[in-house]
């Protein structure tokens, strides 16, 4: 019986996933496949990773996994380089931009590999097997309807997305601004793309907390604008004061949710997204009916349902 084989290689700019593995297991055999996660050490990617092992693991394939260091175009062009020199049966990618990955993404379909796209995807349709992920529009709406619950339903909000160009935070800012439009006592006052920068979404908050001393809210699409956006309210003693709500549920933000520095988690089910992603390469590999478009469940998580045992499954790893 094959066993399962984890590889957590690493380029210069490339850490492996997260999970406490950095050398093969013995045994192997089976289908070879790659996980190249969006950027490494994140629980987000770290839980889907721990899916996607999982899965792996009960199927008899192979799996490796790569990441940039950091969530940038140039990285992880040089992690799939890499990794479509190695021609694995199937690769499944979380593209960092869904433009600028086109090309790179095609060496991949070029030297023969099965493509699974997780989490975020590629605008161009034509490319990838499957795209496994949230329903990141409809995760903007419940931020915008949670958010909109804890202000009241009236003053001003704000949304910060890391950059343009990413499938998931662009649906989800997208997401929220349509949500929040139907309610007419808010009124969206600022919209920002701070980068992958939690010290840059500081300074925008700041900004914007000076030109609205009355900001009632801020909507954060990722995690790291989310630690951005914390660090401002604590510096102008608003925590509490302005409502925090943020995309992800790693360990720190479940955290800050129970201190009352955040009111309001918008979970995925990132191990969930591992799983499928494996089943659709399997299924593409052994000639089986593959589905073109799988979208796993979210949930609103605040103080009143985070230790709900129907939540836990929505909270994130440190660590398989």
């Not at 045994?27 to 950027?39: A, M, P």
């Not at 000639?287 to 836990?312: E, F, M, W």
């Amino acid at each position: 019986m094959n066993r399962y084989v984890v590889v957590a290689t690493a380029l210069s700019l490339a850490l492996a996933g997260g999970c406490g593995n950095s050398s093969p297991s013995s045994g192997g055999g089976g289908k070879k496949l790659t996980l190249i996660q969006g950027i490494a050490n994140e629980p987000f990617y770290i839980s889907m990773y721990c899916g996607a092992k999982d899965e792996a693991a009960r199927l008899g394939a192979r799996l490796s996994v790569q990441a940039p260091a950091q969530w940038d175009v140039a990285q992880q062009t040089q992690v799939v380089t890499s990794v479509a020199a190695s021609r694995p049966d199937a690769v499944l990618i979380a593209p960092v931009d869904k433009d600028a990955m086109a090309g790179p993404v095609r060496q991949l379909t070029g030297n023969g590999s099965k493509v699974i796209f997780v989490d975020t995807e590629l605008a161009d349709q034509s490319v990838g097997l499957s795209r496994v992920s949230s329903d990141n529009r409809l995760g903007g709406r419940l931020a915008a309807q949670t958010l909109a619950k804890q202000i009241g339903d009236k003053g001003k909000v704000m949304v910060l997305a890391p950059t343009r160009g990413i499938a998931t935070t662009d649906d989800r800012v997208a997401g929220f601004k349509e949500e929040i439009a139907k309610h007419p006592g808010i009124t969206l006052v600022s919209e920002q793309y701070p980068g992958d920068d939690a010290g840059k979404a500081t300074e925008i908050v700041n900004g914007e907390l000076s030109k609205s001393p009355d900001l009632a809210g801020i909507f954060a699409s990722n995690l790291v604008t989310g630690e951005g956006s914390a660090a401002s309210l604590k510096q102008a003693k608003k925590v509490g004061k302005v409502k925090l709500i943020e995309f992800d549920a790693s360990p720190k933000q479940v955290e800050d949710l129970r201190a009352g520095t955040i009111q309001g988690l918008i979970g995925q089910e990132p191990l969930e997204i591992g799983r499928q992603g494996v089943d659709q390469a399997m299924n593409a590999l052994g000639g089986k009916p593959v589905t073109k478009h799988i979208q796993t469940r979210l949930v609103a998580v605040t103080k009143d349902n985070v230790d709900s045992p129907d939540v836990a499954k929505y909270l994130y790893k440190q660590s398989c």
